[in-house]
């Protein structure tokens, strides 16, 4: 009972210091900040000695756009390994850990799968005794807050700031970025003298948020730059030209201001600018920010008045490049005279990058036409970023290993029902080694454990139910097949598909209310971009449909609907461990991580997925019998945009199911008022179906049905259950970053 009384009476004396209240007395708002500042105060001395350890070895340097490190509080206090003191503390004074925990917001540092795919790697970083420091941007307002009014998503500020700030410890030093301007060139003693005139100087200053280890005494530090005005908001990949051009200058920012900070840390340590490559490597995953190469060019030559080829020298060794996923060439490009008007010097790094690049690859084969245009780094006022990377920096591991996800942050904070049977079944010992997961596919015919895994299952999806009850007062049978589909709602993820198919279901309940199938329940969640008209037209759609369909009675209850707004990680939480059909509906090519779902299978959901190349890795890794795919093949869509001989009309006058479904939209079958949805019809018709929704439908819908099938034999599906857990293994971010490992340091040691 004494560490019990100690964190008492420190939380009471953190109460009276902030608040000049009672601990009898707070509300949970004060008490919850007040459990805050002690787990803070934890984390800032496990932060001061991880520091004194960054001297030793190679430190790794990773950059990224986007960070999403959900419900701080809980994961701080779960791999700090004090929750049961916490709670019992609580209980002293009549409070539940429990009520608190749900009143921690998140931190807005992006929104999508990177941001779920960087929180993996720093959870791996911090927990394995690795030396890194991470890099992002501070959006002080986030990117928004979705609330649904009328049916309609209406964005509103993220206030994240108001609450996060708590967590985050200011630096003292301040990065000049110079931008815009001209550059005079001069002859000095030692050959061309380069210097930046008439520009605007940007501050920038940081923040660090702590990303704390699982019980390993370390913390490191998320360094977060900030710009009064240039960093304030999140601006997500797919947007209009000017905001793609606000993300540019974001990604600059990030990129010098990280330079900047890595040197002078090198050199606070007396060491010389020649050893840089050998205490520095930066891990770079998007390629936008590979414009980091030439920035460390400018920085060295420039400031630093280095030689170029020793200043190539030490860039050579400092960058290690692994691609996300095979992207369109829009994704890979950067404009040219957007990138010359803005960073004038910069272009100038970058053009001799690009020549001495041309040479080498002149002197190594017989490039011509479209082969030059495609291995070049400047082509057709376009900047091949792809190909920075392959002039100065050392390739990765080939397309899919970067699929990774934070096991620890799932199943540790995120279903401790299903970590609790694991260390009953198979010992603590994955958390830290995540292939011993790997033992439960032993366990495919134990009935004690499958009852209990059941059995869990069962409890999270009544946790969740009694949540949307509380949320929504929608009440939900926890015996029904639980669909989800969370990701950004837009066309190439092609939420349409589910909601016709939804339709369909519902139009055939309508002809027979009798009819034999097994109840479901669907969750969607997503935010469309603020101007992605026929994404907010969508979750319209799924509003309306929802509603519909969950206040009629003559279906009993056969087929429910929930959207999930402002769909967060912590509101996944409650989601992600209680789905049996996962929904990975993305058009094969668009390109996607696919986190999300993974998310879903490593708690134990079966993924109804698309021929997309990350669900056919994931397929060929967990084996055809425990995914559903179905669906055009990414060769069939190139072929189709290629050739334009798909139509979507013959589709629809050839299929009747797909032509019903469709004609709703309109207003048709009474579901929806006339023309209602004409924006969606348009693009399937009209528009020509430019994702094969329709295309895509009764392959779809016969996927559905066989899987459905599957899920009435619980043995049959429990198999399945065991099996997506069990991906663990293999897509780790434990698992993935040892492979980065040894690759990145073969490649930069020579090892």
Known sequence: MDDVNRIGQKIQDILYQHGAVSIYEASPRELYRALGYFVREELGRQMYLTDQTLGNGVTLVYLSMEYLPGSILEKNIDYLGIREELKKALEEYSYDLEDLLYLDGEIGLGYGDLGYLSNALLDTFASYDYNAISYGLLYRDGYFSQIIKDYEQVEELDTWWNRGKNWLYKGENVYTVE???????????????????????????????????????????????????????????????????????????????????????????????????????????????????????????????????????????????????????????????????????????????????????????????????????????????????????????????????????????????????????????????????????????????????????????????????????????????????????????????????????????????????????????????????????????????????????????????????????????????????????????????????????????????SKDDTNLMIRDKIGSDNIKVFGITEEEVKKEYHTKSYNSHEVYYLNKDVKRAVDTLLGREGLFNNNEFRLLYELLLKYNDHNFVMKDFLSYKNAREQLENEYLDSEVWIRKVISNIALIGEFSSDVVVDRYRRVMWQSNKGE
């Not at 360094?223 to 051009?245: G, I, M, Q």
């Not at 920085?299 to 170029?308: A, G, P, Q, T």
């Not at 041309?358 to 082969?371: M, Y």
């Open 179 to 609: 931008t815009g301007g001209k550059v005079n060139v001069s002859v000095g003693e030692k050959g061309l003298i380069f210097k930046q005139v008439d520009t605007d100087k940007l501050n920038l200053q940081y923040y660090d948020l702590p990303y704390v280890g699982y019980k390993n005494g370390r913390c490191q530090r998320l360094r977060l730059f900030d710009h009064e005005k240039l960093t304030r908001n999140f601006y997500p990949k797919s947007s209009s030209p000017e905001d793609l051009r606000n993300r540019f200058q974001q990604e600059y920012l990030l990129v010098s201001g990280a330079v900047s900070d890595v040197i002078r840390q090198h050199l606070e340590m007396n060491r010389e600018l020649d050893s840089l490559g050998d205490n520095f490597l930066f891990l770079l995953m998007n390629s936008s920010l590979l414009i980091a190469i030439p920035e460390f060019m400018r920085v060295l030559v420039d400031i630093y008045k280095m030689e170029w080829d020793d200043a190539w020298r030490i860039t050579a060794k400092m960058f290690f490049f692994t691609p996300l996923l095979s992207l369109p060439d829009a994704m890979l490009t950067l404009d040219s005279n957007m990138f010359r008007e803005w960073l004038p010097r910069l272009w100038m790094i970058l053009e001799e990058i690009h020549h001495r690049y041309l040479r080498s690859l002149d002197q190594e084969s017989d490039l011509k036409g479209e082969d030059k245009s495609q291995a070049t780094i400047l082509w057709d006022d376009k900047i091949r970023l792809i190909n920075i990377a392959k002039a100065g920096a050392h390739q990765g591991p080939p397309v899919g290993y970067p699929l990774a996800i934070s096991h620890r942050r799932w199943l540790v904070s995120g279903n401790q029902r299903l970590k609790d049977l694991l260390f009953e079944t198979i010992g603590d010992g994955f958390i830290t080694e995540p292939r011993k997961v790997l033992e439960i596919l032993n366990l495919k015919e134990d009935k004690t454990f499958i009852d209990k895994l059941e059995d869990v299952r069962y409890k999270n999806k009544e946790r969740l139910s009694k949540r949307v009850f509380l949320d929504d007062r929608i009440i939900l049978n926890p015996h029904s097949i639980f669909d989800g589909y969370l990701n950004e709602i837009s066309t190439d993820n092609r939420q349409l598909l589910l909601l016709l198919s939804i339709i369909d279901s519902y139009l055939s309940l309508k002809d027979n209310p009798n009819l034999d199938i097994v109840p479901k329940v669907f969750f969607i969640g997503g935010k469309a971009g603020r101007k992605n008209l026929a994404g907010k037209e969508t979750i319209r759609l799924t509003l309306r449909l929802q509603e519909l369909i969950n206040k009629d009675i003559t279906i009993k209850d056969k087929l429910k609907m929930v959207f999930i707004p402002d769909l967060s990680l912590k509101k996944g939480e409650y989601v992600y461990p209680s789905i049996d059909i996962n929904e990975s509906l993305i058009t094969p090519s668009k390109g996607d991580l696919h986190i999300g779902g993974l998310t879903s299978m490593i708690n134990g959901a079966v993924s109804l997925a």
